[in-house]
């Protein structure tokens, strides 16, 4: 089961629910927690720009808002859609708080400068524990890789912290959801980054993200935006 990545999703992979459940993460405690001590490093307001960051900064900063978007997105619809029970139910509760948790931050520290938030179509994976599970290890692997992969783009220092501050809980999350898949949660010594482009084919090759969600089905629709 360690072959997981975004090319390889399986509607149809087996389920193996054996972590013992966490906690629920609220905005507000998550923010003055974690990211809250990474934006006072930024030395930054809400929707403020600090004249430190560059272009680049601001760019890679937006990337990583994208892919909160996509993570969020993901773990609320499966909420909604009220298949998952037990463990996974409870774990993607708390990992779907984060991940609006990282949104929000994201949005306090780009302000207008953000991005807007696509529309997604997951393509009835949030319907089914399997598959849900399954996703979620691909989704947090990746964002783990992303994250990594734009380590050394980062010019300011305080960028660069504010960023390691969501990559260390990003891993605790592909952990997590690999523990409650069975599979490995460290598979190996080192971590490869991946590249912005690489991210990118690997997204776009899911069709998830979409400019217009199908709502063909009678029941509630399986997407979110």
Do not use: C
């Amino acid at each position: 089961m360690d072959d997981l990545s975004m090319h390889r999703l399986d509607v149809d992979g087996a389920l193996a629910e054996a972590a013992e459940p966490l906690g629920g993460v609220s905005r507000a405690g998550f923010l003055g927690a974690s990211f809250g001590a990474s934006l006072a490093l930024l030395g930054l307001g809400a929707g403020q720009a600090d004249a430190r960051q560059g272009a680049s900064d601001l760019d890679i900063l937006n990337y990583a808002l994208t892919l909160e978007y996509l993570q969020a997105a993901f773990y609320t619809e499966s909420e909604r859609m009220g298949a998952l029970q037990g463990r996974t139910e409870r774990a993607a509760q708390t990992v779907g708080a984060v991940e609006r948790a990282h949104v929000a931050a994201f949005h306090d520290l780009l302000g207008k400068k953000a991005v807007k938030r696509p529309s997604f179509d997951f393509q009835g994976v949030t319907e089914k524990p399997q598959a849900f599970l399954k996703t979620a290890v691909a989704f947090e692997d990746l964002a783990v890789a992303a994250y990594k992969g734009q380590a050394t783009n980062i010019k300011a220092e305080s960028a660069l912290a504010a960023a390691v501050a969501i990559h260390s809980v990003e891993a605790r999350h592909a952990a997590w959801m690999r523990y409650l898949f069975g599979a490995n949660p460290a598979r190996s010594a080192f971590d490869q980054p991946a590249s912005k482009a690489q991210v990118t084919k690997i997204v776009s090759s899911t069709n998830f993200v979409t400019g217009t969600p199908s709502t063909k089905r009678k029941r509630a629709p399986r997407f979110t935006g």
